[in-house]
């Protein structure tokens, strides 16, 4: 008897266990994965949400291959109340259930992001679907025609498209690989605020002309959709969108972005291009990396932030110049002066535009700040996001440069 | 009792330490946060401290006593009626904790997986273990948590060393918090985050060696602090806004946002089948004790054969919540000074008096 009651309960335990999952299941054909969404201010509702849906190859009739995905993908857009409304309606036409949990992507335009976008962010960091780590993106353009002009010509997984593109920003320094959480934690901080990556629709009739500028400024003055580039792809990512609150306030340069990256302790690695000493009408192309991290000192003066920043950079020279001896310890000291200057240069000019023009604190200066004071009150008093405005600053750049590539003299 | 049913130091240990890390689970190092702001790990330190002398006032108490717990000292101490009431009292306390405790895991799992499962299927899949668990005995069950703790404890600290990459050590800032009297005085209500001392007053008779009860109660309130100091300093480093928000489950946040490399991503499903596993565990050394002091107030034959009732206690008690309004509220106003009223209050004046009747009676 005991056996035969042992036999049915383990029966009965293995079935919890193997058909336990029969009871919600929900297969792939039953689910349209977004890899991105864009939002926008809505026509004829609140706001307008598109969906970027990656078609799976077998539901395309594709030809197969590793991946599960084809290039192709859809968006659809729907004006609505709130995102998770949108959703539903989405829902409702495409007859499948929207799923966020491969999404990469998070668009918003400037038109709403200046109007403040903290609803949307708290909703979306509520939903359990969506990655922490996918991007926040704020397009110069409309939302949903930053999607559809998502055009993947080197990748054909879209989702992994996004990541890529996004991940550009370790080699080029031209914008930051901002996430979904890190966003968030900046908009709710008392330390620093918000920030974005800036992107926008690369057109022959968005492209900027910047030949009144010196050669060595041009490449890092473009914001997304400036630079005079002709490909098939449509999107280009380039700058920071900065936000004060939840507000979009201004938008930073290619340049202005590499020299946010220096500061923060975020760059990786790049390629500036400097004056040339020797020849006023052509540039040398360094390529640094961090000597060391950089570093930071906040004094208070008579209630005004003094803010230090020492950075420390290694690098080699890429470009190679006829009448340049790069072996010579003296040209390349004064390619190091140059370099530094230079860098010094860009860097307060990013620090005084974020201070006096956007008053907005992107570089969390305030964490340096912040262990002068003892208690909680104490720090909110000091009304640190609002005395930014007031800071001034002292920057120090030290480069070493090592040599040039494979030669060093023609 | 039976010796084959007396567990090592080892087994004692990880049973005590279970309870902590199911407590860092079940968010208190929010609650911890929440009430002290950027001064948490400092609270942490200060209660750590305050505990282990806690907990070596306890050894000394328990000395005299070296083969009782806490409703056989309070038998000695006022008869039968204090028994009856301190047995009761724990009955009480254990079932209040477990029932809650298992409410708000299957609240939490419903919410991140199972959306459309209804709560009484999630309850029922955590207390069908522990019916078995009871009827084992607390030997199986010490030592299948002596296999699991390691496990538990190796993957909490993944979770913490793996967020190191993004942590911001600033925020440790400004030191005082909220104030030094919220870090300090009013802070130190936050040492009911060791609620594990309530297991260590039952776990003399139970041990094959109790004089080993003193390295036993050290260690673990060690190891409980040092688990306690980590989770709570990883989430202050990690969020800006943890003073401030209430989340379901604070360590959840973090394994959210660990990632090896392009190819390790969201691995938190890992992380929750690990914990659902620590929660069996809990759930059953906590209905283990159930059954004991229940055996001890009875003086039943067999105490296993409860195994059904007191589960189905805990399944009511997790029954009566509504929702998690209810659970946070109990988790961060009532719960609080349930512990602190019966573990570090009535217990330890219950031990004291017990060791001046024991030095009267000697002097006598």
């Known amino acids: 008897m005991k056996i035969k009651a042992l036999a049915i309960l383990l029966i009965l335990i293995f079935c919890m266990f193997t058909l336990g999952g029969c009871y919600n299941a929900q297969g792939l054909e039953a689910l349209a994965y977004a890899v991105a969404i864009g939002i926008d201010k809505g026509e004829s509702d609140k706001i307008r949400v598109s969906l970027q849906f990656a078609i799976l190859s077998n539901s395309s009739g594709g030809s197969g291959g590793s991946s599960s995905q084809s290039q192709e993908s859809t968006v659809t857009t729907v004006d609505c109340a709130s995102i998770d409304s949108g959703i539903a309606l989405v829902n409702s036409y495409i007859s499948k259930k929207v799923n966020l949990s491969h999404c990469k992507a998070i668009v918003i335009s400037e038109e709403l992001a200046s109007e403040g976008i903290s609803e949307y962010i708290y909703t979306l960091v509520n939903n359990l679907e969506l990655r922490p780590d996918c991007n926040v993106i704020i397009s110069r353009c409309k939302a949903s025609d930053y999607l559809e002009n998502s055009q993947p010509t080197l990748e054909s997984v879209s989702a992994r498209y996004y990541e890529f593109t996004l991940n550009s920003s370790e080699y080029t320094g031209f914008t930051e690989d901002v996430k979904l959480s890190n966003f968030y934690s900046d908009m709710l901080s008392t330390t620093t605020q918000a920030h974005a990556i800036l992107g926008g629709i690369n057109a022959n009739s968005t492209h900027q002309n910047h030949s009144n500028l010196p050669p060595y400024d041009t490449e890092g003055s473009y914001k997304a959709d400036e630079s005079p580039i002709k490909s098939e792809t449509g999107l280009e990512n380039m700058g920071i969108a900065v936000f004060k609150s939840d507000k979009l306030v201004g938008e930073l340069t290619g340049m202005e972005s590499l020299c946010h990256l220096l500061v923060v302790n975020k760059f990786e690695s790049a390629v500036i291009s400097i004056p040339n000493p020797y020849d006023i009408n052509s540039v040398i192309s360094l390529y640094v990396t961090y000597a060391k991290k950089p570093k930071t000192s906040v004094k208070i003066i008579n209630g005004t932030p003094y803010i230090k920043c020492n950075i420390n950079l290694t690098g080699s020279i890429q470009s190679l110049d006829k009448d340049l001896n790069y072996s010579d310890q003296n040209t390349l000291k004064n390619i190091e002066e140059y370099a530094n200057s230079y860098l010094e240069q860009c860097i307060s000019s990013y620090l005084y535009k974020t201070a006096k023009e956007y008053k907005t604190d992107i570089g969390n200066f305030g964490r340096h700040a912040i262990n002068k004071y003892a208690t909680w009150n104490d720090w909110i008093e000091s009304d640190w996001l609002y005395n930014y405005e007031n800071s001034f600053f002292a920057v120090n750049v030290e480069t070493t440069i090592q040599s040039g590539e494979l030669y060093t003299k023609l | ?364």
């Open chain 2, 1 to 364: 009792m039976n010796s084959l049913q007396k567990i090592g130091k080892f087994e004692a240990i990880a049973l005590v330490v279970i309870v902590t890390i199911n407590q860092i689970i079940f968010n208190l190092p929010n609650t911890i946060i929440i009430n002290t702001g950027s001064s948490a790990w400092l609270n942490v330190i200060y209660i750590s401290i305050i505990a282990i002398l806690f907990c070596l006032l306890i050894c000394k108490l328990f000395k005299k006593f070296p083969t009782q717990d806490i409703v056989d000292v309070s038998e000695y101490l006022g008869g039968k009626v204090l028994k009856l009431i301190i047995g009761l009292l724990y009955i009480l306390f254990f079932t209040f904790i477990a029932g809650i405790f298992l409410r708000y895991m299957a609240i939490s799992l419903k919410l991140i997986y199972f959306e459309e499962t209804p709560i009484v299927f999630l309850l029922l899949l955590f207390l069908v273990p522990v019916i078995f668990a009871i009827k084992l005995g607390i030997k199986s069950t010490s030592q299948v948590n002596l296999l699991f703790t390691p496990i538990v404890l190796f993957s909490m600290l993944i979770i913490l060393f793996s967020t190191v990459k993004d942590f911001v050590p600033e925020r440790i800032f400004p030191i005082l918090g909220f104030g030094a009297d919220k870090t300090f005085l009013i802070g130190l209500n936050n040492i009911f985050t060791f609620s594990c001392f309530a297991y260590l007053y039952f776990i003399i008779p139970i041990l094959k060696e109790p004089k080993d009860f003193k390295k036993i109660a050290i260690s673990s309130i060690i190891i409980s602090a040092v688990y306690l100091f980590l989770s709570v300093i990883c989430l202050l480093m990690m969020f800006p806004f943890i003073a401030f928000s209430d989340e379901m489950l604070s360590v959840y946040l973090l394994t959210r946002l660990i990632e090896f490399g392009k190819f390790f991503q969201r691995i938190d499903a890992i992380f929750i089948f690990v914990w659902i596993i620590s929660v069996f565990s809990f759930l059953s050394i906590t209905a283990e004790f159930i059954a004991r002091i229940f055996k001890k107030l009875t003086k039943i034959n067999n105490y296993k054969e409860m195994s059904y009732s007191i589960c189905a206690i805990i399944f009511s008690i997790a029954l009566i919540f509504n929702g998690i309004s209810d659970m946070k509220f109990i988790q961060n106003v009532l719960l609080k000074y349930i512990v602190i009223l019966v573990v570090f209050v009535i217990s330890i004046i219950i031990l004291i008096l017990a060791n001046l009747k024991h030095k009267k009676e000697n002097v006598s």
